[in-house]
């Protein structure tokens, strides 16, 4: 089994700066793609940034150049680093990640969620 543990999260101003983290631990053989989602109230989830390798990004159009995405191959970590944050970045965020266990087998992973709360 692979668990995600996200951490990070909290209160911030408009325009201000977080930086959250996600730490994969268990039986883990490799990681592929990690991302990040976020559930707003009453919104659906959606993705706000994935990455593949070390450098193979994407993000959802909300926060290209506020937001980016980087990992730690070698702690199997992802981090988000968010900054000029907008009360509409309010949301509990995701980590997610496709992972090989070590029977090879492979299944995509959620975490249980951050918190994120832009407000003055």
């Known amino acids: 089994q692979v668990h995600l543990m996200e951490s990070g999260g909290g209160l911030v101003q408009p325009g201000g700066s977080l930086r959250l983290s996600c730490a994969a631990s268990?039986?883990?053989?490799?990681?592929?793609?990690m991302a990040w989602y976020r559930q707003a109230p009453g919104k659906q989830r959606e993705l706000v940034a994935r990455?593949?390798?070390?450098?193979?990004?994407n993000y959802a159009d909300s926060v290209k150049g506020r937001f980016t995405i980087s990992r730690d191959n070698a702690k199997n970590t992802v981090y988000l680093q968010m900054n000029s944050l907008k009360p509409e970045d309010t949301a509990v965020y995701y980590c997610?990640?496709?992972?090989?266990?070590?029977?090879?087998?492979?299944?995509?992973?959620w975490g249980k969620g951050t918190l994120v709360t832009v407000s003055l």
């Open positions: 268990g039986s883990i053989f490799s990681i592929g793609v």
């Open positions: 997610n990640a496709d992972a090989t266990n070590t029977a090879r087998a492979t299944m995509n992973y």
């Open positions: 990455i593949l390798g070390s450098s193979n990004t």
